[in-house]
């Protein structure tokens, strides 16, 4: 099947350790992107990557660390895990190409089926 | 963080009555995006807007992106019990590939 997919489903962790999801898309797309859903359902961009390079970094801890190996994967470490990095993440793709500007499917977004984590 | 105003917030509708939602900025967008998300998944997407005034229908849906470029609407038509969910607009600011999503409607059909 083409998809977004993402690993693990859910990950249960004790605060201060460091832990890593993975995210896969194999729809071909340039853009990859991470974001987080609270308790309140609100999703929130993180970081996105267009052909590995890192294009949005928004106001989110050093503690977390995306890294995109190939334009198909971009995975998210998160080091010294505290009680409010709880949330659902979500990983997404995007065709973009080398420009925001495009219009059309270009800017449509999937997203992959999301990593529960629960900080304990 | 940036979102976008999205309501109603939440809906109680009988079934086979339509429902309309819609999201609202002070931004410009050049594309609209709706998605709906069910429990433990992720948002699916449901329709996709390119241009100011585009009107565009997916089976009982059908959403405009509003003249503006800071407004989208979403209806529903003769709503089912599976229409359930969170429904989520997103809006992907104009020469960026950074998307906004809306506060969610969390939609609530009785049979």
């Known amino acids: 099947d083409t998809a977004v997919s993402q690993t693990p489903k859910y990950l249960v962790t004790q605060m201060g350790n460091d832990k890593s999801i993975k995210c896969e898309q194999n729809?071909?797309?340039?853009?990859m992107y991470w974001y987080k859903q609270d308790s309140k359902k609100f999703l929130k961009i993180m970081f996105s990557?267009?052909?590995?390079?890192?294009?949005i970094n928004e106001t989110v801890p050093n503690r977390f660390s995306p890294k995109s190996p190939d334009k198909a994967h971009l995975n998210l470490h998160i080091n010294s895990l505290e009680l409010g990095d709880s949330a659902v993440y979500f990983c997404?793709?995007?065709?973009?190409?080398?420009?925001?500007?495009?219009?059309?499917?270009?800017?449509?977004?999937?997203f992959g089926p999301g990593t529960r984590l629960t900080v304990l | 963080g940036q979102q976008l105003n999205q309501s109603p917030q939440s809906m109680f509708i009988q079934e086979g009555e339509d429902v309309s939602m819609n999201c609202t900025s002070s931004?410009?967008?050049?594309?609209w995006l709706w998605y709906k998300q069910d429990p433990g998944e992720g948002p699916v997407l449901l329709i996709a807007?390119?241009?100011?005034?585009e009107l565009t229908s997916n089976g009982r849906l059908t959403a405009q992106f509003g003249i503006t470029r800071k407004d989208s609407f979403l209806n529903i038509s003769a709503s089912i019990p599976s229409d359930v969910g969170i429904y989520f607009c997103?809006?992907?600011?104009?020469?960026?590939?950074?998307?906004?999503f809306g506060t969610g409607t969390r939609l609530k059909v009785l049979a």
């Open positions: 997404a793709s995007s065709p973009h190409g080398s420009s925001g500007s495009r219009t059309g499917s270009y800017n449509e977004q999937f």
């Open positions: 931004s410009i967008f050049n594309t």
């Open positions: 729809l071909g797309h340039d853009t």
């Open positions: 990557y267009n052909n590995k390079e890192l294009i």
């Open positions: 807007l390119y241009k100011a005034g």
């Open positions: 997103a809006g992907q600011l104009r020469g960026t590939y950074k998307y906004i």
